[in-house]
T-cell receptor, first 112, second 107 residues
Framework: NAGVTQTPKFQVLKTGQSMTLQCAQD?????MYWYRQDPGMGLRLIYY???????DKGEVPNGYNVSRLNKREFSLRLESAAPSQTSVYFC???????????FGQGTRLTVV | GEDVEQSLFLSVREGDSSVINCTYT??????LYWYKQEPGAGLQLLTY?????DMKQDQRLTVLLNKKDKHLSLRIADTQTGDSAIYFC???????FGKGTTLSVSS
């Protein structure tokens, strides 16, 4: 049982480049989330998906897009990376009824 | 929008009790959560409380919920150096996190 798997674990991008962060869960969870974590800022919600086929903006959606490809996968895309998007990104999934949310190990992204 | 507030730092001596406080604005949560993050790691669920409960005890952990004041607290009894970490409160149907409380335990 892998839980929540994020790829890649580390990435360095140049300003203006694009990339997609991948997240997959094998727990048949309905809800999936993308957060970014910055020092002193805690975890801030970027986007979430309450079920397959739906996505909603969180606290800091600007500069990001998401796709809920199927129930298992929820990807986060940076179309034109900026240094302000340097952060650690976490994906999470949660089952029906707001039970425990499980987190991936994070993607450390640096934009130079 | 939804908001979750926590104090940022707490420093205690080994063996003392630690109390971490949290306030939230979204009263629609069915559950409220405490997560722990150790350096360089992801988040792990520490404990949670159902919104209809006032208190939950789990070994050294006690969670108190004052729903009227939208205040949640986490008490760690007999705090150990291994408890040093960042503790996050989370609430809301969209799972909003506070900024985290860094707990430092000195021997």
């Amino acid at each position: 049982n892998a839980g929540v798997t994020q790829t890649p674990k580390f990435q360095v991008l140049k300003t203006g480049q694009s990339m997609t962060l991948q997240c997959a869960q094998d727990m048949n969870h309905n809800s999936m989330y993308w957060y970014r974590q910055d020092p002193g800022m805690g975890l801030r919600l970027i986007y979430y998906s309450a079920s397959e086929g739906t996505t909603d903006k969180g606290e800091v959606p600007n500069g990001y897009n998401v796709s809920r490809l199927n129930k298992r996968e929820f990807s986060l895309r940076l179309e034109s990376a900026a240094p302000s998007q340097t952060s650690v990104y976490f994906c999470a999934s949660q089952g029906q009824g707001e039970t425990e949310a499980f987190f991936g190990q994070g993607t450390r992204l640096t934009v130079v | 929008g939804e908001d979750v507030e926590q104090s940022l730092f707490l420093s205690v001596r080994e063996g003392d009790s630690s109390v971490i406080n949290c306030t939230y604005t979204d009263s629609s949560s069915t559950y409220l959560y405490w997560y722990k993050q150790e350096p360089g790691a992801g988040l792990q669920l520490l404990t949670y409380i159902f919104s209809n409960m006032d208190m939950k005890q789990d070994q050294r952990l006690t969670v108190l919920l004052n729903k009227k004041d939208k205040h949640l607290s986490l008490r760690i009894a007999d705090t150990q150096t291994g408890d040093s970490a960042i503790y996050f409160c989370a609430a809301g149907t969209a799972l909003i996190f506070g900024k985290g409380t860094t707990l430092s335990v000195s021997s």
